[in-house]
């Protein structure tokens, strides 16, 4: 009987995928052959190498059969795939049976296959399958054979293959191809530029492939100079092109085998610009329940087109994207494309909103933003809510930044965003997303100014202010609060308005202006009782203390953090009563009641870390190290100065890094280890100086009493 040798030959510059080619080695040698046959089938996405490792593989792995290999283009994704039929006609002559005596039934032929290889060792590569019905005749049924599949769906029904999901490249090893097809010396001349250039082909082999045979053959070409071709993310699809080679051709073979539903899904599913998208955001986009979009998602998933990294949140390739977008540029109305990016817009505003209803109980913000009829998450609990913020806060900043950048936004759409942004707001307590909170804020005000949005401005302003805020940029954050009051009078939105009262305040209270920061708590309170909002009102009650305290009237400053906490636990609120004794908790602090302090500092600090509010676990952790200096505590207050700076570096905080460092300092210093507590302080002065914070005139007056003692 012939022997056949049909494999294509190798990749002479075949790179990386050393673990893989190891793993499907082992599966071949069959240690457990006696079992059955050893399958693997390899899927992925159009040009992410298949077929080049099949190959490599079945290459390398010749000794381990020497009766031969046996090869089909099954064409799976072509118009006109390779009937199974056929494929076995051609495997037959291959093996010396002459054409007039090959059986006619697709059964017939498969069974005189099977028997043919019935005592042979021989290996079978079935390239480019449709499905597992184009290939389960195809497969021998002998246990010293083995067969390698390539197929850009996943063939979980297969049974008994060891099923091999193909990722794209390690950056690594498509720097490594790019040289080994371009030339390593231009590659390692410019390697900073190569691994802009790999990037930019998201690590596909195909696109790096492609790129780098234009390099070859255009010696005049620096690496840098396919940078900036590759950069513009409309043009980059038609860089990646030469010969008879393009990765848009490639993805169009996928695209091509999709029924219409599944096609519309693609394109609209390529809008969004976060990096990836939920089941539940992506059903919004599709304007399918959550159970019709996860049944066509998967669907995309199985013919790798989309990728699922984790259960429920699924993601394109760069590549892929780019072409997805394109074919929805095509294929879709403008007015489609804007009305599904406004549906996911809505979602995720109603989603933020009743997060931020029950993050801050009581508040009147949730209850303010707009309204678009769309239908978000429900949540359980206040922790459930501020996770689900943290987990798609990504996509929605993207969504949010979108918006902003989006020629023509309509009015709606700018304040829908902004409204998006205020919503987000309890993100601001657990001290992640600032840049993100600053970028996209500043980018969505520029077009809501640009477009004379006045209420989105208003709310692009309130939220900036918190944001410059806490990072203690305490100038810039109070002239966008005073632009924000004067919009908020001038649009007559009392809600922010109310806000922006108590923010000013607050400001003005840090900033040590004690006697204007309480006339802004008064304007706030005002405000609050005007529409009705308990909530504000004893927010500002609390605050207040802290200006109480300034002006030398303790009474009034436990006064006032008793009353806003007794109306926080009257409406219920968790989040109120926390911020409530973490107020009253300084004012007991002050005046000497330093068991009660700690009683109140304990508590909320345990809300605060439950419901990963890390700024205010910080401030904390500060207070209770204050309050056990005051007792002579040295210990217990290093402790917490010391979980109080951790949290400030984590979250990166430099004002709250300076405050625990300066408490850090005292609680040394009471200790007796006076070298290791002045370093703290003085590491203290540096930060206050640098933020322009007025306590770093404590620190050196600190400092220099302890030279002087």
């Known amino acids: 009987?012939?022997?056949?040798?049909?494999?294509?030959?190798?990749?002479?510059?075949?790179?990386?995928?050393?673990?893989?080619?190891?793993?499907?080695?082992?599966?071949?040698?069959a240690e457990g052959a006696g079992e059955g046959v050893p399958i693997a089938a390899m899927s992925g996405i159009g040009g992410v190498g298949k077929t080049t490792l099949a190959v490599h593989v079945a290459h390398l792995a010749g000794d381990l059969f020497p009766a031969g290999q046996l090869y089909a283009d099954l064409r799976g994704y072509s118009a006109e795939p390779t009937a199974p039929e056929t494929a076995l006609v051609a495997f037959l002559r291959a093996l010396g049976i002459p054409m007039d005596v090959i059986p006619d039934g697709l059964a017939e032929r498969s069974a005189l296959f099977r028997s043919l290889l019935a005592d042979r060792r021989m290996l079978v590569l079935l390239d480019n399958a449709r499905d597992a019905e184009q290939v389960e005749h195809l497969l021998p049924g002998s246990a010293g054979c083995a067969a390698i599949i390539t197929s850009r769906g996943k063939l979980a029904d297969l049974p008994a293959a060891r099923l091999v999901d193909l990722d794209v490249m390690e950056p690594e090893e498509a720097l490594s191809l790019l040289a080994a097809v371009a030339g390593p010396e231009r590659v390692a001349a410019e390697r900073a530029a190569a691994m802009d250039v790999v990037a930019a082909c998201g690590f596909l082999p195909l696109a790096v492939r492609i790129v780098a045979a234009r390099l070859a053959s255009r010696p005049s070409w620096t690496v840098a100079s396919l940078v900036p071709r590759l950069a513009d993310e409309r043009r980059r699809l038609d860089e990646m092109k030469i010969g008879n080679l393009a990765v848009s051709a490639t993805f169009a073979l996928g695209y091509g085998q999709l029924d219409a539903r599944q096609a519309r899904a693609f394109r609209l599913l390529s809008l969004p610009a976060g990096s990836g998208i939920s089941a539940f955001a992506a059903a919004a986009v599709l304007d399918l329940t959550p159970a019709e979009a996860e049944d066509v998602i998967e669907s995309l998933v199985d013919a790798s087109l989309l990728e699922a990294p984790a259960s429920g949140r699924y993601r394109f390739h760069d590549l892929l994207k780019l072409f997805a977008?394109?074919?929805?540029?095509?294929?879709?109305?403008?007015?489609?494309?804007?009305?599904?990016?406004?549906?996911l817009l809505g979602f995720y505003l109603a989603s933020a909103g009743a997060a931020h209803r029950l993050a801050y109980e009581g508040s009147a913000i949730a209850?303010?933003?707009?309204?678009?009829?769309?239908?978000?998450?429900?949540?359980?609990?206040?922790?459930?809510?501020?996770?689900?913020?943290s987990a798609e806060a990504e996509d929605m900043f993207g969504a949010i930044a979108q918006v902003a950048g989006a020629e023509g936004a309509s009015g709606q759409d700018l304040l829908t965003a902004a409204d998006l942004l205020l919503a987000l707001e309890p993100l601001l307590e657990s001290g992640t997303n600032q840049r993100d909170f600053e970028q996209r804020t500043s980018a969505l005000l520029t077009a809501a100014g640009r477009a004379g949005e006045r209420g989105g401005e208003?709310?692009?302003r309130y939220v900036l202010g918190r944001v410059l805020f806490g990072a203690n940029r305490l100038a810039e954050a109070e002239a966008h609060f005073l632009a924000a009051r004067t919009l908020g009078e001038e649009t007559g939105?009392?809600?922010?308005?109310?806000?922006?009262?108590?923010?000013?305040?607050?400001?003005?209270?840090?900033?040590?202006?004690?006697?204007?920061?309480?006339?802004?708590?008064?304007r706030a309170t005002a405000v609050h009782r005007e529409t009705g909002n308990p909530a504000g009102e004893a927010l500002a009650s609390c605050y207040s203390a802290r200006d109480h305290l300034g002006l030398g009237r303790p009474h009034d400053a436990i006064a006032a953090a008793e009353r806003g906490l007794a109306v926080f636990s009257e409406?219920?609120?968790?989040?109120?009563?926390?911020?409530?004794?973490?107020?009253?908790?300084?004012v007991l602090s002050h005046v000497g009641r330093l068991n009660e302090a700690v009683v109140h500092h304990a508590e909320c600090l345990a809300f605060f870390r439950a419901s990963n509010q890390r700024v205010w676990e910080q401030r904390v952790c500060y207070r209770?190290?204050?309050?056990?200096?005051?007792?002579?505590?040295?210990?217990?207050?290093?402790?917490?100065?010391?979980?109080?700076l951790t949290v400030s570096r984590e979250i990166t905080h430099p004002y709250g890094e300076a405050q625990s460092l300066a408490a850090l300092g005292k609680a040394l210093a009471g200790l007796g280890e006076t070298g290791r507590g002045r370093q703290a302080l003085v590491k203290a002065l540096d930060v206050f100086t640098r933020l322009g914070s007025p306590e770093a005139d404590d620190i050196r007056a600190l400092l220099r009493e302890q030279v002087e003692t």
């Not at 209850?367 to 359980?380: K, W, Y």
């Not at 409406?571 to 300084?586: D, E, P, V, W």
């Not at 209770?624 to 210990?635: H, K, P, Q, W």
Request: net charge positive; charged share 25%; proline share 4%.
């Open 571 to 586: 409406i219920g609120s968790g989040a109120g009563m926390a911020r409530a004794r973490y107020h009253l908790g300084n």
């Open 1 to 29: 009987m012939p022997r056949p040798a049909q494999l294509p030959a190798a990749v002479p510059d075949f790179t990386g995928r050393t673990g893989l080619v190891q793993r499907l080695l082992t599966l071949l040698r």
């Open 493 to 522: 939105d009392r809600i922010v308005l109310g806000e922006t009262c108590n923010a000013l305040a607050v400001v003005a209270g840090r900033r040590r202006r004690h006697t204007e920061a309480l006339e802004w708590f008064e």
């Open 458 to 460: 208003l709310r692009c």
């Open 367 to 389: 209850d303010n933003l707009t309204d678009l009829g769309a239908r978000g998450h429900s949540f359980s609990s206040a922790d459930e809510a501020v996770a689900w913020l």
């Open 624 to 644: 209770l190290a204050a309050t056990f200096i005051a007792a002579g505590r040295f210990a217990e207050a290093a402790r917490h100065a010391e979980q109080a």
């Open 325 to 343: 977008r394109r074919q929805a540029e095509d294929a879709e109305e403008p007015a489609a494309r804007a009305l599904a990016l406004r549906r």
